[in-house]
């Protein structure tokens, strides 16, 4: 199915699943490295938003380059890369508090991004585009599409509880 013809339950779908495939993706990277169990969410819930923002927004900045996997490449990068810097700067802003810095890393701006991981948003682009999503949309697809609307209808009552009780601790409400 073309990208621009999923329906907007498909779209919301696609997003907490990759959320939730980002909050595995994390939480296993950082416990396996700190040899505890880590919850890398800002929320409760097992969603990482950053994630699925991030995934959809790349699906949707490299459609046009379908053909070319280098523009592929460099759409993930340059999109992924000002999601990455916007996010961190802002939560920054909002909460007192740094959630993620690369000041550490060689080519880094203001801690918020640098150039391997922007590198790496490139080819978790190509990732997404090719091996990932063909799978998931199949999967998403192949669903009644009422149990797609009530399973992302209780979600999203369940994200956006979680979120403002999750914003309002962290500024301390």
């Not at 929320?43 to 459609?63: D, I």
């Not at 993930?76 to 508090?97: D, N, P």
């Not at 922007?118 to 009644?144: C, D, K, M, Q, R």
Request: contains cysteine; neutral net charge; charged residues 10%.
């Amino acid at each position: 199915m073309h990208i621009f013809h999923y329906t907007w339950y498909q779209w919301l779908s696609f997003f907490y699943i990759y959320c939730f495939a980002g909050w595995i993706f994390e939480s296993a990277y950082v416990s396996i490295r700190q040899k505890r169990l880590v919850n890398r969410g800002f929320l409760r819930l097992p969603l990482l938003p950053l994630y699925g923002t991030g995934a959809v927004m790349m699906l949707w900045v490299s459609l046009p380059f379908r053909d070319s996997l280098l523009l592929v490449y460099l759409s993930g990068v340059i999109a992924a890369t000002i999601l990455e810097y916007v996010t961190g700067w802002t939560m920054e802003r909002l909460f007192k508090m740094k959630y993620w810095d690369y000041s550490s890393q060689k080519f880094n701006l203001n801690g918020y991004i640098c150039l391997s991981s922007s590198i790496a948003w490139g080819f978790l682009t190509i990732f997404l585009t090719e091996i990932l999503h063909p799978p998931v949309s199949e999967l998403v697809l192949a669903l009644p599409a009422g149990a797609v609307i009530a399973g992302t209808a209780v979600i999203s009552v369940l994200f956006a509880a979680d979120t403002v009780q999750s914003v309002r601790d962290a500024l301390d409400l």
